[in-house]
Each structure stands twice: as structure tokens, then as C-alpha cells.
């Protein structure tokens, strides 16, 4: 039997498979990038101080958000998930409240973050907040 | 009767080299990205899990560290000169987007200070920057 031999396959110059590879790659990079620029947070309306709202007392929720990140809720501590459902209970109850925050001079950001992403998630449209001691709302 | 015309070859683009033209343009726009990139100042971010996308067309990032040092692209400034950019950038384009990036430990009343500033300038939409908790 006449074996015959395997003929290498030349390279063809006008070739240009590795330019899917380099494509995908840019592609990817883009979005990875477009990822990155990207600025997310919270989107918070400053309460006027020019023209304080007035609230009915049955409607206000005072909440006050100490150093340590203790949430303070009608005179008694509160862990975050009992405010949750508090405030939920709440906002069933009267729809129009209005959740203020008073909060320490000393309380680190990341807690003040916290409660905000709690009264967004519970959808509280009327949402205050002012650092203590402060006269103004 | 045997032609003598010679056979001429098809031609043909080399496209041998396009590879290199391509790896040659990601590494210039993978630089050229990166030169574009942000101002960042080195503070430990605050987390959520429920963001939503806060940027606008025109924006104003303020950066404010855990000690209170407050700065405005790399630049450090003071609450009065802040005040004057902060108006100014509001004059130039009302719908100018304030962020305030600050770090996680800050204490809130350094927050208060830029939160203060955007009161008595009646701006009153501010963006508190978080990073996606994972």
C-alpha cells in the first residue's frame, strides 16, 4: 500500500481569522469600561428650608439615628429590619406620612446610607432628614 | 500555435498584518481610555443593594474624606470656595447634577456641611453616590 504523504496546509495571506478574537476583545473591553463610569447612588431631595411643610402629627415618623448606629423609634431601639417593617406598617396605615430622620453629628455615613435604602425600598415618597441639634428641618 | 501571453495572477489585499493593526489599536485605546479616566480619591465607598443610576449630562462630583477634607477634581478647597463653585457650575447649567462621594466613616456632619451649602443655593436634587453592595 502507497502511503502518501500528508500535505501541509500553507498560510493563506489574505487570512484574517484572529480578527474575531480582537473584535470580541474590544467589545468586551467596552463594556466593561462603560460599566465602570457609570455613577450610581441615591437621588435625594433636599428638604426647603425656606418653606417648612406642615405635617399632622398622626402622619410623622421621627426617627433618630445615633452615634453608634443605634435607630431610635418612638423612644426605643430598633434594629434596621424592625424599622423596615414599622415603617411599612405605617405607611399602610397613612399613606401620606412623612419619615424624618434626625440624625447624630458623629454617626458614620454608611449608616445613614442604610436607612435611606430602607425608605426607598419602601417606596416613602415624603422623606426628611436634618442633623441634630439643627433648628432648622 | 502556442500563445505567449502570460497568465496574469489574480490579485490579491494581504491581510496578513491586520491582526497586529488590530492588537496595535486595542492597546492604544485601552491607554487612551485610561487617561480619560475619573478623578477618584482614595475613600472606602458606601454599599447598597438597591441603587439606581444617578449620573446626568453635566455633573459635579464632590469628594469628601472621613476627616472632612473636602475636594473637587484633586483639588482640596474650602467650604466658602465650594460654595462659589457649586454657583457658579448652577449659573452655568441649572440642571447640573451635585454628587456628594464621601467616605463610609465620615461623620454625617461633614456631609451636613455640602448638604447645607446646596440648601441655601436652593438646589435641592443631590445625588449620594453608592457602590453596588454584592
Not at chain 1, 467589545?27 to 431631595?45: P, S
Request: overall charge negative; some cysteine.
Amino acid at each position: 500500500m502507497k502511503l502518501q504523504p500528508r500535505r501541509r496546509s500553507f498560510d493563506d495571506p489574505g487570512s484574517s481569522g484572529s480578527l474575531n478574537d480582537l473584535s470580541f476583545l474590544l467589545i468586551i473591553f467596552f463594556i466593561v469600561i462603560a460599566g465602570f463610569n457609570t455613577t450610581k447612588g441615591f437621588l435625594v431631595t433636599l428638604p426647603d428650608t425656606s418653606r417648612p411643610r406642615l405635617v399632622h402629627q398622626e402622619d410623622l415618623m421621627r426617627c433618630t439615628l445615633q452615634s453608634t448606629g443605634a435607630i431610635i423609634l418612638d423612644g426605643k431601639e430598633v434594629s434596621l429590619n424592625e424599622l423596615s417593617t414599622m415603617v411599612g406598617a405605617k405607611r399602610n396605615a397613612y399613606p401620606n406620612m412623612t419619615f424624618l430622620l434626625v440624625i447624630n453629628a458623629e454617626t458614620k455615613y454608611q449608616y445613614v446610607i442604610d436607612i435611606i435604602h430602607e425608605i426607598r425600598r419602601l417606596d416613602v415618597e415624603n422623606f426628611s432628614f436634618r442633623m441634630e441639634d439643627n433648628v432648622q428641618s | 500555435m502556442f500563445s505567449l501571453k502570460k497568465e496574469r495572477k489574480k490579485p490579491v489585499i494581504a491581510t496578513a498584518s491586520m491582526s497586529d493593526i488590530g492588537f496595535l489599536l486595542l492597546i492604544f485605546i485601552m491607554l487612551i481610555s485610561l487617561m480619560n479616566q475619573k478623578y477618584e480619591e482614595k475613600i472606602e465607598y458606601t454599599e447598597a443593594k438597591q441603587i439606581e443610576k444617578t449620573e446626568a449630562e453635566e455633573n459635579l462630583e464632590i469628594w469628601i474624606r472621613r476627616d472632612g477634607a473636602i475636594s473637587i477634581e484633586g483639588d482640596y478647597i474650602s467650604l466658602e470656595y465650594l460654595e462659589a463653585l457649586i454657583a457658579a457650575s448652577v449659573t452655568q447649567d441649572p440642571m447640573v447634577r451635585i454628587h456628594i462621594i464621601a467616605d463610609r466613616n465620615t461623620p454625617y456632619k461633614y456631609v451636613d456641611q455640602a448638604v447645607k451649602i446646596l440648601q441655601k443655593l436652593q438646589h435641592r436634587v443631590v445625588s449620594f453616590v453608592v457602590r453596588e453592595e454584592l
